[in-house]
């Protein structure tokens, strides 16, 4: 994804207090009811069947898959909550009873709640159409207080997560290491992966991959950003070509002779080759499949709706690292729980290392705004992030957890960041004190 605005310069926001009313009695019954019908878990959803959404979607519609950063936003609509029918994939299985998100109690009538945002007026309403959101839920002490989707989708959409998922494989180190099978963020590279002993990577730790400062060149005609919006950009030549091609046998290598242009720690430069190199290192050391571990550690014991499934180097291949597991909203939802739990499942079992998600979230020596695949924000805010739109926000000051599926018209621009920050500061505004 490219590198967000920074979360402190969030644009003018001014809340209408009217909004955060409580409800009369009658009005508060009925909002009650609508909000538990429009919550009610979908059974289609469940144990990986199949969303009636994505069933309807026509997918010749899609075209070639090496096009995807290209589609329109139609075309995102669908191919976004059908990602296991454009690319190979790998499952993550859910286990168990579901973990019910109850909903909090009724007393905002967010119709009313409105905010500002250079110079124009918005509702929640207006945001998700203007923003090409499709599905938006809010968690406060981990009830859920908004829930909405629009054009089709439903809590059973299981949508990608693009660059979400680097934050996941950031806790997949972390739990290799409560597991005892990586020793330190702070091992070489080489000790897991050592295929690249004489490449450009032979100087780096794990953590300089963890807080994106490899040094080593990608999309180098533009500092720190990863570049979406052409075909010559090593993003689309390297990962999504191979990708779409389902034989990415030369993935590794093409990544293992990029040269070095920066001292390994230096310089940020976001970049999705050192999360899949991350996600490598993950694989070798536990000697299991990314989605696999994924599963093993959180996804089946977090009590998720659905399986999800993740993107995979070929029919037959493991599953890539660095970007796109697929969930539905709710399912990212109890994700965040468990990273506002410091990585504590709902049994109490703990999955990573006590000090682990507080050396995540500092800021790294390369950006104030990135820690281990994690963006960090005002007042102890961090943030998983995903090109188009997707997130999972966890405010740990406030107990609010925001979620969001997205088809934005683009990769993401500083529009679209400062408008999901003004709504985001409208409804952590709203909530206070709730």
């Known amino acids: ?199 450009a990577w032979e100087a780096n730790s794990i953590r300089h991959l963890l807080q994106m400062s490899s040094g080593v060149k990608w999309d180098a005609s533009k500092p720190r950003i990863e570049i979406y919006d052409s075909r010559d950009s090593d993003f689309q030549k390297i990962l999504i070509d191979n990708l779409a091609s389902r034989s990415a046998d030369t993935l590794f290598t093409q990544i293992a002779h990029l040269p070095r242009i920066n001292e390994p720690g230096t310089v940020f430069h976001y970049s999705t080759e050192e999360t899949y190199l991350v996600g490598e290192v993950v694989r070798a050391a536990v000697g299991k499949d990314v989605a696999d571990y994924f599963s093993e550690k959180m996804w089946s014991k977090m009590g998720m709706d659905s399986d999800g499934y993740w993107l995979a180097l070929s029919d037959s291949g493991p599953a890539f690292g660095g970007m796109c597991f697929s969930g539905t909203l709710r399912d990212y939802a109890r994700l965040g729980l468990f990273h506002l739990a410091k990585g504590t499942l709902p049994d109490g079992t703990k999955v990573l290392p006590e000090d682990w998600m507080g050396q995540a979230t500092t800021p790294s020596a390369g950006s104030q705004d990135y820690g281990y695949f994690w963006w960090l924000g005002r007042g102890g805010v961090f943030e998983a992030y995903g090109i188009m739109g997707q997130t999972i926000s966890i405010n740990p000051g406030e107990d609010l957890i925001y979620v969001q599926h997205a088809a934005w018209a683009d990769s993401g621009q500083d529009e679209d960041y400062g408008h999901e920050a003004a709504l985001k500061a409208a409804v952590t505004a709203a909530l206070k004190g709730q």
């Open 1 to 199: 994804m490219i590198p967000r605005p920074s979360l402190k310069t969030a644009g003018t926001l001014v809340m209408r207090i009217a909004g955060a009313r409580p409800l009369p009695p009658i009005a508060a019954r009925a909002l009650a009811l609508a909000l538990s019908v429009a919550s009610a878990p979908a059974a289609c959803g469940r144990h990986g069947a199949a969303d009636p959404a994505g069933a309807a979607d026509d997918l010749s519609r899609l075209g070639a898959a090496k096009d995807i950063q290209f589609w329109t936003p139609e075309q995102k609509r669908i191919g976004l909550r059908n990602m296991d029918k454009v690319f190979a994939t790998r499952p993550i299985h859910r286990s168990g009873p579901v973990t019910e998100l109850s909903l909090a109690p009724p007393g905002i009538d967010w119709s009313r709640i409105t905010y500002e945002y250079k110079g124009r007026t918005f509702t929640i309403d207006r945001y998700m159409k203007d923003r090409g959101v499709q599905g938006l839920l809010v968690l406060k002490h981990g009830r859920i207080a908004l829930e909405r989707y629009v054009k089709g989708n439903t809590p059973a959409t299981r949508w990608t997560s693009w660059s979400v998922a680097k934050s996941m494989v950031s806790s997949l180190v972390g739990a290799a290491i409560q597991d005892g099978h990586i020793q330190s963020v702070d091992d070489p590279l080489t000790r897991y992966l050592p295929a690249l002993k004489g490449t």
